[in-house]
């Protein structure tokens, strides 16, 4: 297991982490590819359009070319907040409880924990070419709690996931019930 980056959340008092965990990888290139696709190619069909066409000189190139470059940038910024919450979207499974912290922007944050004995059922849910070949799916645990569902969404792994919840689930069950 490799080392866990900086919590969004303070361990209580005898508390350890079992998983560390965010999506799967090809989450993030999908995003990245869909932004490839909706930002540069637009504003390479407009440039080449105008280049082939009228050019960019006077008046109209430069009003393209400063179009372009907004488009371009709008598109760079909604990269680097895919990419932001790539990273800020984690589940961490500890000894005593499951977290799902995540962070869309700077100025949101949503985190909602349930205590592993509230859990009730837990299912892997993995369909689609892209899921099969990477190993990657969704991990829901049905819990007692306030919210009713934790949906691990895009893990790698999902099976070991769950044998690893599961597992961590039981134990807490036997500890609460004095049978440790």
Not at 2 to 21: C, G, N, R
Not at 100 to 119: C, E, G, P, Q
Not at 126 to 147: H, I, M, P, V
Request: glycine share 8%.
């Amino acid at each position: 297991m490799s080392t866990t980056p900086k919590l969004p959340f303070e361990l209580q008092p005898h508390e350890t982490v079992v998983l560390f965990a965010r999506r799967h990888w090809m989450y993030l290139a999908l995003q990245v590819g869909k932004v490839a696709l909706l930002g540069i190619l637009p504003a390479t069909a407009v440039l080449l359009g105008a280049g082939l066409t009228t050019g960019l000189g006077g008046t109209l190139g430069r009003v393209l070319l400063l179009l372009t470059a907004a488009w371009l940038v709008y598109w760079a910024i909604r990269t680097y907040f895919a990419w932001y919450r790539y990273q800020h979207d984690i589940w961490v499974v500890t000894d005593q409880r499951i977290v799902d912290s995540l962070k869309r922007h700077w100025f949101h944050h949503r985190m909602a924990s349930a205590d592993l004995v509230d859990i009730e059922d837990i299912a892997v849910d993995r369909e689609g070419l892209l899921q099969t070949a990477f190993n990657f799916g969704n991990l829901r645990c049905q819990t007692a709690g306030e919210q009713p569902n934790f949906i691990l969404a895009g893990i790698p792994a999902p099976s070991r996931v769950l044998g690893i919840v599961d597992a961590r689930r039981d134990a807490a069950r036997h500890a609460l019930s004095g049978r440790a």
